[in-house]
Each structure stands twice: as C-alpha cells, then as structure tokens.
T-cell receptor, first 113, second 114 residues
Framework: GNSVTQMEGPVTLSEEAFLTINCTYTATGYPSLFWYVQYPGEGLQLLLKATKADDKGSNKGFEATYRKETTSFHLEKGSVQVSDSAVYFCALSSNTGGFKTIFGAGTRLFVKA | DGGITQSPKYLFRKEGQNVTLSCEQNLNHDAMYWYRQDPGQGLRLIYYSQIVNDFQKGDIAEGYSVSREKKESFPLTVTSAQKNPTAFYLC?????????????FGSGTRLTVV
C-alpha cells in the first residue's frame, strides 16, 4: 500500500541555519505530495504541495521538489527562524488510495536563538 | 473569513459515556475528514465523507460514529466502545475528492477520559 517515511526528530538548529527534512514515499499511480506544519496546540496548516514529477512547491521560504526517480519530497529552507519551530508532516494523496491523504509520522523542529 | 471550527477545544469524558465533537466548515467544501493524533505519532483516519448523507470508515473506525446531514457539518461521536479515547482529534475538509486538493484543518479537540 501507499506509505510516507520521514526522518525522525527532533531536529535542533540554530537561527539562520539551513534546514532539510527528508521525506520518501511509496505509492502506485501518480500521487500528489504535500508538506503540512503544526504549531503547538493547533491543527495542521498546508505549507506547500507538488502535483507532478519535477514540480517545486514553495511557500514562506520553504521549498520541496517532487523527485519521482528517488521517490522523495525533501523539505528545505535556507535560513530558519525561531518562529519556524513546529512539527512538519509530509503527506501524499493518490488516486489508487481512494484519494485519501496519508501522513508521515511528523518531524519536530526546534530552532534556538 | 472561511475556515473550520471545532468545538469544544477541551473535553473530558467519564468512563462509559458517549461524547460528540463538533466540526463546522464555511468553505463550501464537499469532503470532510476526522483524524486522531496521539503524542509523537502521525494522523490516523477515523471516518471521511465525500458528499452529504454518505461517509466511509477509515483505518480506525471502531468505537466511533459520524453523520453528514448537512454539507457544513460532520460531527464525530466517541462511544463507550472506544477503549482508549484520550487523544487529540482533528477535523479537516477539502474542496473535492481528488489528489490535488490539500486539506484545511480545524484547531482540534483534546479529549481526556477521567
């Protein structure tokens, strides 16, 4: 079946450091890929998405490229801020999975001032 | 502004009680979803609905029930049959069923069994 695997956290960085959170997936068909962010005590917010191979999603300085050859969708940001501290979820939606979205386990990010 | 409203934010349940979590959206979205989130874990799908008066079980539907009588509303009932209901519950919606549509989430309800 379809699945999403994220790097385990927590990830701890200093302010202005470069961020990479790895995400790989297994899916049949042609999935769409998403990153969501969850701040403490809140629901998830859609951060960015990519719907076909080689697409790059971007938002608020974050970006991720849909790599079909490596089945990956790694999240990157060039310079993190303390306000980026949150849990980040990689997710996929596939027509072979009944269009339901499958979420990874989440990666917690701590950014120190 | 459009969005999803979940209520209450915190809910306490005694053993053997049924409780209902509210989820209302004014986004005119067709599809709605209920997820359960346990500490340090990802989201697990409880139920989902693609249109009014129709819904399907997700991966962990046992001990839960839903209804979809109106497009805007998708309440979740946690029954006494749910053995470990303490968790964070998230409601979400999407414009339609399809792979390109991201989800809009509510701010969640934290349920605790006392």
């Amino acid at each position: 079946g379809n699945s999403v695997t994220q790097m385990e956290g927590p990830v701890t960085l200093s302010e202005e450091a470069f961020l990479t959170i790895n995400c790989t997936y297994t899916a049949t068909g042609y999935p769409s890929l998403f990153w969501y962010v969850q701040y403490p005590g809140e629901g998830l917010q859609l951060l960015l998405k990519a719907t076909k191979a080689d697409d790059k999603g971007s938002n608020k300085g974050f970006e991720a490229t849909y790599r079909k050859e490596t089945t990956s969708f790694h999240l990157e940001k060039g310079s993190v801020q303390v306000s980026d501290s949150a849990v980040y979820f990689c997710a996929l939606s596939s027509n072979t999975g009944g269009f339901k979205t499958i979420f990874g386990a989440g990666t917690r990010l701590f950014v120190k001032a | 502004d459009g969005g999803i409203t979940q209520s209450p934010k915190y809910l306490f349940r005694k053993e053997g009680q049924n409780v209902t979590l509210s989820c209302e959206q004014n986004l005119n979205h067709d599809a709605m979803y209920w997820y359960r989130q346990d500490p340090g874990q990802g989201l697990r799908l409880i139920y989902y609905s693609q249109i009014v008066n129709d819904f399907q079980k997700g991966d962990i539907a046992e001990g839960y029930s839903v209804s979809r009588e109106k497009k805007e509303s998708f309440p979740l009932t946690v029954t006494s049959a749910q053995k470990n209901p303490t968790a964070f519950y998230l409601c979400a919606s999407s414009m339609a069923t399809g792979t390109d549509y991201g989800y809009t989430f509510g701010s969640g309800t934290r349920l605790t069994v006392v």
